[in-house]
Structures are given as structure tokens and as C-alpha cells.
């Protein structure tokens, strides 16, 4: 610490000024998303849930991951969807959270028809972006746990997706602690990629998947 009163001062005053610049991407993403945040029963009717990746352990979707995927299941059931796009990490040979997601989900009653996957989803501004510009997504909703959707929500929107989130609740354990904490650093590189629009990993050509398994459907 400095030793004169008026050094100690401007150390408190600069710490001060670091908190308030760490917690203002938090505070505008609640602030941007108020409008953008529904219950599976009142989210609008859309014709594609977008669902985060969220890990797999030993080859099958995590129980977070399971949940999101519960909670897409879900809406497609009750007519609130008609395509679940699935999105997430495969970058890899040996891990496939896209395919790993869609096998649950066919498990779980949904056709294979009506499921298209985004293996390049490697973090939420991706996921937007490829859903925007690679697969033709104008509308969405969203489906992630409640520590993330604002996230999620915020940045689709600036990807130009027209979204509405809907946060699957969890038991508040370790690992919700551990994304709720993560949040707060992730907000500020959400606030970053909004401002920048970097391009994703890998964007690639257009894919026509969406629009087939929305026709299919017809």
C-alpha cells in the first residue's frame, strides 16, 4: 500500500473503479435481455430451438447438457418448435457433443428429421453467428441453463437472430456455482464481441439443413 494518505486514497478510488468496470457487461446483459427471457409455456412459437452445448462425460451429454436437452424435447412435443438445431464442439475425433446431443434426444422422442447439427459451435458467439449466417436462422429460441441465457440471448441478437431465452433451472450445486462465477468474466468478452463482431473459428459455406427439416415438416 503507499504510505501517504492521498496515495492509499487513489489506490481505494482505482479498486473501486476496477469492480465497477468488471460488473458493467453483467449489468448489460441483464439490461438488454429484459424483454428476451420466457417459461417453456409462454416462449413465443418458433420454428427453431437453438440448444447450447455443455460438455459430455464419457460420451454422452452432461446432466446439464441433459437438461437443456430435456427442456428442447419439451417444446418440440408441445408444438412450441419445429427443428432443434444443436450446437456445440467437435472438434475433435474423439469428441462429438453435436452427435452426442441429437442421439439423446432421438432417445427422448424427438425424429432425427427435425434435428440439424452445427459441429463448429465452439462458444456462444459462434453458435450465433454460424446459426445466423451458416444455417439461416432469422428467429430462435434459446435454451441453456439461467446462469448463461442472457449471454446467449444478448449475443444472437447482435448476430442479427431475433431470440428469446428459455434458462433451465438446476439445483444450485458445485458446478452452478462454478458457471454463475464464470459468467461474470464471460460477460465481458460477450460485451467485447459485440463490439468487434470477430468471425467465428470456422464459419464455412451455407448449410441447407434447417430449411430442409423445416419442409420435411410440412
Not at 440448444?51 to 451429454?61: I, Q
Not at 412450441?80 to 467437435?90: A, M, P, Q, S, Y
Not at 428459455?166 to 444450485?172: L, M
Not at 465481458?188 to 468487434?196: E, I, N, Q, R, T
Request: a positive charge.
Amino acid at each position: 500500500m503507499p504510505r501517504t494518505r492521498a496515495g492509499r486514497r487513489r489506490s481505494v478510488w482505482a479498486v473501486m473503479a476496477g469492480c465497477v468496470l468488471a460488473l458493467l457487461p453483467g449489468a448489460w446483459l441483464r439490461v438488454a435481455t429484459e424483454d428476451g427471457l420466457r417459461s417453456p409455456a409462454d416462449v413465443p412459437r418458433t420454428d427453431v430451438a437453438v440448444v447450447f452445448g455443455a460438455g459430455l462425460w464419457d460420451g454422452e451429454p452432461s446432466p446439464y447438457l441433459a437438461r437443456r436437452l430435456d427442456a428442447a424435447a419439451g417444446l418440440y412435443r408441445a408444438g412450441r418448435v419445429k427443428v432443434l438445431l444443436v450446437t456445440g464442439d467437435n472438434s475433435r475425433a474423439d469428441y462429438d457433443e453435436p452427435d452426442a446431443m441429437r442421439a439423446y434426444l432421438v432417445r427422448h422422442g424427438v425424429p432425427d428429421a427435425r434435428i440439424v447439427s452445427d459441429y463448429a459451435g465452439f462458444d456462444t458467439w459462434d453458435s450465433c453467428v454460424r446459426a445466423k449466417k451458416v444455417f439461416g436462422v432469422d428467429r430462435a429460441v434459446l435454451i441453456s441453463q439461467g446462469f448463461h441465457i442472457r449471454r446467449a440471448v444478448a449475443l444472437c441478437r447482435a448476430a442479427g437472430v431475433t431470440s428469446y431465452g428459455v434458462g433451465v433451472a438446476d439445483r444450485h450445486d458445485l458446478t452452478w456455482y462454478y458457471g454463475a462465477v464464470r459468467e461474470v468474466f464471460a460477460a465481458g468478452k460477450a460485451a467485447l464481441d459485440v463490439l468487434v463482431e470477430p468471425d467465428p473459428r470456422f464459419l464455412g459455406p451455407r448449410e441447407p439443413g434447417v430449411a430442409r427439416a423445416l419442409a420435411a415438416g410440412r
